[in-house]
């Protein structure tokens, strides 16, 4: 299994600024992805954080609202950019360890709410 | 595009069996799964079966899987209260995203 740490756990947001989420996996691990779950929704994949390269977004969402990095097969941030308050949801961070291992592992979550 | 439906709520009394309903449309899943989520936490990986396997127990919890009709269910024995949380069905092919069902919050009364 990984560890998975998400900072910050919550946050509270004025409309207009942006935030970043940090995730942080205990080991190396092949795909590092980012999640939205709208209050009382399911998740949504925002998209997939490719080491040394670009992000691959899925459908609905763009680079220049939610920049991603991920530096190394550790670590990856997602930003919250120009926030307004349909942006609260929570953010996850999700890891699959490599080839053939089924498994995915989640972080505990962002709560964001902007005001 | 695929699809996972869940009913949205079930109410069990604490000891009682409790059985979470999930249905599918996608004829290719490979896996699927059952995650919970706690309150103000992150998604906890329950137990995953493969498409060629109809069963699949692990200590209080039983997968069952009908691939013909596209349902899966997750039986929890002896429902305790540390068990109410959000259970999510999901589904994937090998090699693609996960598609989550909208959860269901099973609460548990004493």
């Known amino acids: 299994s990984a560890v998975i740490s998400q900072k910050p756990s919550r946050d509270i947001c004025q409309r207009g600024t942006s935030l970043t989420i940090q995730c942080q996996v205990d080991?190396?691990?092949?795909?590092m992805f980012w999640y939205r779950q709208q209050p009382g929704q399911s998740l949504t994949l925002i998209a997939t954080?490719?080491?040394?390269?670009?992000?691959?977004?899925e459908s609905g969402f763009v680079i220049d609202k939610f920049p991603i990095s991920r530096p190394n097969l550790t670590f990856s941030t997602l930003t919250v950019s120009n926030m307004s308050p349909e942006d609260s949801s929570i953010y996850l961070c999700?890891?699959?360890?490599?080839?053939?291992?089924?498994?995915?592992?989640f972080g505990q979550g962002t709560r964001l709410t902007v005001v | 595009g695929e699809d996972v439906e869940q009913s949205l709520f079930l109410s069990v009394r604490e000891g009682d069996s409790s059985v979470i309903n999930c249905t599918y449309t996608?004829?290719?899943?490979?896996?699927l799964y059952w995650y919970k989520q706690e309150p103000g936490a992150g998604l906890q990986l329950l137990t995953y079966?493969?498409?060629?396997?109809d069963m699949k127990q692990d200590q209080r919890l039983t997968v069952l899987l009908n691939k013909k009709d596209k349902h899966l269910s997750l039986r929890i024995a002896d429902t305790q209260t540390g068990d109410s949380a959000i259970y999510f069905c999901?589904?994937?092919?090998?090699?693609?995203?996960?598609?989550f069902g909208p959860g269901t919050r099973l609460s548990v009364l004493p």
């Open positions: 954080a490719n080491q040394g390269s670009e992000a691959t977004y």
């Open positions: 080991s190396q691990v092949t795909m």
């Open positions: 996608d004829s290719s899943s490979t896996y």
């Open positions: 999700s890891v699959e360890l490599g080839q053939g291992v089924v498994e995915a592992f």
């Open positions: 999901a589904e994937r092919d090998y090699g693609q995203n996960f598609v």
């Open positions: 079966i493969f498409s060629n396997m």
